[in-house]
């Protein structure tokens, strides 16, 4: 069974900072790339930020310039630092495991609030 955990989520005021961290329960060995994605209420899931187990990585461009992936391939994890929240980042995230050449495994999700 692999679980991936996260944390970090919380109310935060506009301009502040979260940190979120995603990590899976056993070592995985095959994990090809990871992602964050959100989701908003009355909203399509998003990706938001994605990196490959080369370290590529790629962003929504709504995110460009306040959001960084980065990843820690021992630990299976993968973190979101997200500077200069705003109200419109408000939504449930999601990490996201691609393992092997056919299997995804996700995260339970954790809310992000940015609200005055």
């Known amino acids: 069974q692999v679980q991936f955990v996260e944390s970090g989520g919380g109310l935060v005021q506009p301009g502040g900072s979260l940190r979120l961290s995603c990590a899976g329960s056993r070592t995985i060995f095959r994990i090809t790339a990871m992602g964050w994605y959100r989701q908003a209420p009355g909203k399509q899931r998003e990706l938001v930020a994605r990196?490959?187990?080369?370290?590529?990585?790629n962003y929504a461009d709504s995110v460009k310039g306040r959001f960084t992936i980065s990843r820690d391939n021992a630990k299976n994890a993968i973190y979101l630092q997200m500077n200069s929240l705003k109200p419109e980042d408000t939504a449930v995230y999601y990490c996201k495991a691609d393992v092997g050449d056919y299997s995804a495994y996700w995260g339970q999700g954790t809310q992000v609030t940015v609200s005055s």
């Open positions: 990196i490959t187990s080369g370290g590529t990585t």
